[in-house]
Nanobody
Framework: QVQLVESGGGSVQPGGSLRLSCGAS????????MGWHRQAPGNQREFLGT???????MYADSVKGRFTISIDNTVNTVYLQMNNLKPEDTAVYYC??????????WGKGTLVTVAS
């Protein structure tokens, strides 16, 4: 089992930046990639992007150019750098991890609020 713990959520004004972190622990020997999703109130969970352990990334069009995902293999941590935040970015942000065995794991989420 893989455990994921997010941190870095909070409140920020429009146009501001925030960086989320997510550390993986447990049975990480088969970890293949990590990434982020989010869920705004009343909406379905939305894919944001992923990074493989060798650094390859892919992003949803909705955040491309504003959000950056990076991964530090030495500490099994994935980051989400969010710039130029907008009120519509307000959501609970969830860390995701996938393994070579085909299993998926989720963190409990961290709330990001963008408001004046």
């Amino acid at each position: 089992q893989v455990q994921l713990v997010e941190s870095g959520g909070g409140s920020v004004q429009p146009g501001g930046s925030l960086r989320l972190s997510c550390g993986a622990s447990g049975d990480i020997s088969n970890l293949h990639g990590m990434g982020w999703h989010r869920q705004a109130p009343g909406n379905q969970r939305e894919f944001l992007g992923t990074a493989t352990l060798n650094g390859d990334t892919m992003y949803a069009d909705s955040v491309k150019g504003r959000f950056t995902i990076s991964i530090d293999n030495t500490v099994n941590t994935v980051y989400l750098q969010m710039n130029n935040l907008k009120p519509e970015d307000t959501a609970v942000y969830y860390c995701w991890a996938g393994t070579r065995l085909g299993t998926e794991h989720w963190g409990k989420g961290t709330l990001v609020t963008v408001a004046s």
